[in-house]
């Protein structure tokens, strides 16, 4: 079994030609401190850039003008003295030496132009270049050989740990000559937008088994990732073609300060422990990222990304950028190594572990719905799994269905069949409807009528305010739903759990009110905000992309509620605000539950996220049920035993105190002492 390293580095080095004496102040001794320093155990290092330029004696490619030593054979040698692993970064999908020598050897569109990201061919050569701006590369015909050709010089120079190659991504397709002629032997219907999709995943398929096979014939132990099949919800469809399938491990690349915030990685992680093999957590120590030189976060926000990546059972990464000239920056890992240091102390905690729950998250794939019910359940902390059609269901207490239409008539008959064995179901908005939206494939207790008549409505639950379990904390004046919801018609037998008030008409140019949306009508429309039937909840709105686009407290406590309706005994539960994160992982070698709670808030500063201030929160009221007997509890990593109690089912401890990260550790009966 291959065994993730736990506290990496990713050292890029893309380099332009116009920077003289490459490499030239690379010191081994420098770059090991620098590793030491940083408590780093395993890193990244660059064969080949984006400018596509190689960092070694190659005979296939083309070594950097300004190189004169062979900086990656160095580098190895340096790791491998002081045990850190040391995979070999190889760039696909952007090359900009390739793609001036051989532009036939780019991704072209059905018109025959090269496909390219933020680049203009056109553009003077004065003019400022935007960040991230390269043409796609297209691994097939001659820069496939190329490819093929390095990787077999790289496994025969040197002692490889491993392959990490960028820019694997499924889309853009190509239209190149050699993919026109593929899909030509193939008969691909080249109009067939979902035929050259799957040509495509076919095609990098291909390469992905080639350079597998070649790097495991020489090193059968080296980890192998490619980079982009892990991404989620673009045109890609990754999870649908199993692009992960080649990779050794899953790395998780997320940005938090600048690509989509602190959230996004947690569902990432749900979603690919279902592959059964390690994960990475991949963030940066620059403020904004990649590619910024002298950009900095503060150690203690390093300190919380790492703690947040072992807290889902990742091992923990940061990306750096050599500087041209090979010396290391110390001050970055002065930085790392404050929170590696930490993660030293909690990764046997964490590391390895999966999140272990009983509520389930049915991916819709559509990520306004799925990250939006992410969101509300880790702010309300809510520890979740993620499941789908291949998976035993069972485990499950609820499952959640996040909005979107999502279901086949197969996978309706199995969502059924586990209600009508106990199941529970919370459903939001059309995920019920069939992929027409003609009527509902689950039971939700109403007959499907229509979509909705306007542009907005307003939700109205009875007794809000006053005790009713759906209107804690809610209020009881109609409120605003940015996006109007799906009409149905109530079964008898089902109880209406709140109502809807349409507003008077939409809001165009023929007719308007005010500045924003138009008031509510003020009767109850035919059709319900909520309903229930047995263990069936169904919210008509879609609460989840109501809120990942504008984040409204009202609907995060409506969906809270609703859950709660039916979650009535989750297996592990707190009372923070909702910056804090709660999770759960299950180590069943060392017979123990770990819980991890996280605070911190995310701060705006202009365009970027940033963990800056870290108040304490004293007291932490902490519950889990387990189906062993709990022996002990104790926090990780002073080891301090907690007094336990025992009600309702589950078993009670106090958190002294949560500021950034805390850990805590249940034994159960047979576990390790």
Same mark, same amino acid.
């Given at each position: 079994m291959i065994i993730e390293r736990s506290r990496q580095i990713h050292l890029d080095f893309h380099t332009s030609e116009l920077i003289p004496d490459v490499g030239s102040r690379f010191d081994k001794r420098q770059f090991q401190d620098a590793l030491k320093l940083g408590r780093v155990n395993l890193i990244n290092l660059f064969a080949k850039c984006h400018h596509g330029w190689s960092y070694y004696p190659t005979a296939a490619g083309s070594v950097h003008p300004t190189l004169s030593l062979d900086l990656l054979g160095e580098q190895i040698e340096a790791c491998h003295e002081i045990g850190v692993k040391a995979p070999i970064y190889y760039?696909?999908?952007? *090359?900009?030496?390739?793609?001036?020598?051989?532009?036939?050897?780019?991704?072209?569109?059905? =018109?025959? +132009?090269?496909?390219?990201? /933020?680049?203009?061919a056109a553009a003077p050569s004065d003019a400022p270049r935007p960040y991230t701006s390269w043409q796609f590369m297209c691994p097939s015909g001659g820069y496939l050989a190329l490819m093929l050709a390095q990787t077999e010089e790289l496994c025969a120079q040197y002692e490889v740990d491993g392959l990490w190659y960028d820019i694997c991504n499924l889309a853009p397709v190509c239209f190149c000559e050699t993919c026109r002629g593929g899909m030509g032997a193939e008969g691909v219907d080249l109009d067939d937008d979902a035929a050259v999709l799957a040509y495509s995943a076919r095609k990098w398929k291909h390469f992905q088994a080639e350079t597998t096979r070649i790097v495991h014939a020489r090193h059968p132990d080296a980890t192998l990732y490619y980079n982009g099949t892990?991404?989620?919800?673009? +045109?890609?469809? /990754?999870?649908?073609?199993?692009?992960?399938? &080649?990779?050794?491990?899953?790395d998780l690349e997320d #940005?938090?300060?600048?690509?989509? $915030?602190?959230?996004? &990685? @947690?569902?990432?992680?749900?979603?690919?422990? /279902?592959?059964?093999? @390690?994960?990475? $957590?991949?963030?940066g120590k620059f403020h904004t990222s990649w590619g910024e030189f002298g950009g900095f976060k503060y150690g203690d926000a390093l300190t919380y990304e790492a703690a947040s990546m072992a807290a889902s059972g990742a091992s923990c990464n940061f990306g750096d950028q050599l500087h041209p000239l090979g010396e290391m920056d110390l001050e970055t890992y002065r930085l790392v190594g404050e929170a590696f240091a930490y993660v030293e102390q909690i990764e046997e905690y964490g590391v390895g572990a999966r999140p272990v729950s009983n509520l389930g998250l049915w991916l819709s794939g559509e990520q306004p719905d799925d990250e939006g019910v992410?969101?509300? #359940?880790?702010?309300?902390?809510?520890? &979740?799994?993620?499941?789908?059609?291949?998976?035993?269901? *069972?485990?499950? +207490?609820?499952?959640?269905?996040?909005?979107?239409?999502?279901?086949?008539?197969?996978? +309706?008959?199995?969502?059924?069949?586990?209600?009508? *064995?106990?199941?529970? #179901? #919370?459903?939001?908005g059309e995920s019920a409807l069939d992929a027409a939206g003609d009527r509902f494939l689950l039971d939700v207790g109403a007959v499907y009528v229509g979509p909705a008549r306007t542009d907005v409505d307003f939700t109205v639950v009875r007794d809000a305010g006053n005790g009713s379990a759906l209107g804690r904390g809610l209020v009881s004046s109609p409120f605003l739903n940015y996006e109007a919801c799906l009409r149905c018609e109530p079964e008898d037998g089902t109880e209406a759990l709140a109502a809807v008030r349409e507003a008077y008409f939409s809001r165009t140019y023929g007719a308007f009110c005010s500045h924003r949306n138009t008031p509510p009508r003020p009767d109850d429309a035919a059709h319900p905000a909520a309903l229930r039937k047995g263990n069936v909840v169904f919210l008509a709105h879609r609460l989840g992309r109501l809120y990942f686009q504008l984040g409204a407290r009202v609907h995060r406590v409506l969906f809270a509620n609703a859950l709660a309706l039916l979650h009535t005994a989750p297996m592990v539960a707190t009372e923070m605000p909702s910056a804090g994160r709660l999770s759960l992982l299950h180590q069943p070698d060392h017979g123990r539950y770990v819980a991890h709670l996280l605070y911190a808030p995310a701060l705006e500063r202009g365009e970027c996220l940033v963990i800056e201030d870290m108040p304490p929160l004293f007291d932490v009221p902490l519950r889990i049920r387990v189906p062993e007997e709990i022996q002990r509890a104790f926090l990780v990593p002073s080891g301090e035993e907690l007094e336990l109690s025992r009600a309702d089912g589950a078993v009670h401890v106090s958190v002294p105190k949560v500021q950034?990260?805390?850990?805590?550790?249940?034994?159960? =009966?047979?576990?390790a002492r």
């Open positions: 760039t696909v999908g952007w *090359s900009v030496h390739d793609a001036a020598e051989h532009p036939e050897w780019c991704i072209h569109d059905r =018109e025959g +132009a090269i496909v390219a990201l /933020n680049w203009d892990t991404t989620l919800y673009d +045109a890609r469809r /990754n999870l649908e073609y199993g692009m992960h399938a &080649f990779n050794t491990k899953q #940005l938090p300060t600048t690509w989509g $915030g602190y959230d996004k &990685f @947690p569902l990432r992680a749900r979603i690919f422990h /279902n592959t059964g093999k @390690p994960l990475v $957590g991949m963030s992410c969101r509300m #359940l880790l702010e309300t902390q809510q520890e &979740f799994v993620v499941v789908g059609p291949e998976d035993d269901l *069972s485990g499950c +207490a609820v499952i959640i269905l996040p909005g979107a239409r999502c279901l086949s008539e197969a996978q +309706a008959a199995k969502l059924t069949a586990y209600v009508r *064995s106990g199941g529970r #179901l #919370l459903v939001l950034r990260h805390q850990a805590v550790a249940f034994e159960v =009966e047979g576990g």
